[in-house]
């Protein structure tokens, strides 16, 4: 069965700490998104990235596609970074067109 | 511009009812897709429209779920005879292409009392 799994599943740190939220998924993909939603709010996409790395201001996503693996990272976390991150794949070789989720990194930034 | 925008935002509906759901996307996007968020969960992929057509609903849970972009633009998603067990967040997302960033819509919250 095609999988995601991210962890950890909720994360409390402090403001201004180093955040690592990981993603692992079973099988060959051919993309994968790192999704931000708010309480009571949307889906924000952060990142789609296939290789390598990328990087937007404070967060940073890598990916090793040998290993299956993806990390998304926040430098300087603040409390409104506080939100439920999520890894979404979309599988290569024949899965689903749509993406398929991890369920999610419920992170919470104390001041 | 605007982005996806999804109505009504919220709809409460008794079993056995049937409801529709609509998604309108970012103008010119060709991709479309369905998910379905429960409770604590991370969403479920339910079906995809490359421009009229769905080119894939291999999420749908089974047949009371139906959906429809005539004119490859707006969408509905229609559920038949509604469970309790479908009462969740309903996400439509757009993108240029299919392998372009998706953008999601506000949602639908269905509540099937």
């Known amino acids: 069965k095609n999988e995601v799994e991210q962890s950890p599943q909720n994360l409390t740190a402090q403001e201004g700490e180093f955040i690592t939220i990981n993603c692992s998924y079973s099988?060959?993909?051919?993309?994968l998104h790192w999704l931000q939603q708010h309480p009571g709010g949307g889906i924000v996409s952060l990142f789609m990235?296939?290789?390598g790395k990328k990087k937007h201001g404070r967060l940073i996503a890598t990916i090793n596609i040998q290993e299956k693996h993806s990390s998304l990272h926040i430098t300087a976390s603040h409390p409104r970074d506080s939100a439920v991150y999520i890894c979404?794949?979309?599988?290569?070789?024949?899965?689903?067109?749509?993406?398929?989720f991890g369920k999610g990194t419920h992170l919470i930034i104390q001041p | 511009g605007a982005g996806v925008s999804q109505t009504p935002s919220n709809k409460v509906t008794e079993k056995g009812k049937y409801v529709e759901l609509r998604c309108d996307p970012i103008?010119?996007?060709?991709?479309l897709y369905w998910y379905r968020q429960s409770l604590g969960q991370g969403p479920e992929f339910l079906i995809y429209?490359?421009?009229?057509?769905?080119?894939?609903d291999s999420g749908l849970p089974n047949d009371r779920f139906f959906a429809v972009r005539p004119e490859g633009s707006v969408s509905t998603l229609k559920i038949q005879r509604t469970e309790r067990g479908d009462s969740a967040v309903y996400l439509c997302?757009?993108?240029?292409?299919?392998?372009?960033?998706?953008?999601f819509g506000p949602g639908t919250r269905l509540l099937v009392l």
């Open positions: 429209f490359q421009g009229t057509g769905a080119a894939d």
């Open positions: 103008s010119g996007h060709t991709a």
């Open positions: 099988v060959g993909i051919s993309a």
């Open positions: 990235l296939s290789s």
């Open positions: 997302a757009s993108s240029l292409t299919l392998q372009e960033t998706q953008y």
């Open positions: 979404a794949v979309r599988f290569s070789g024949g899965g689903a067109d749509g993406l398929t």
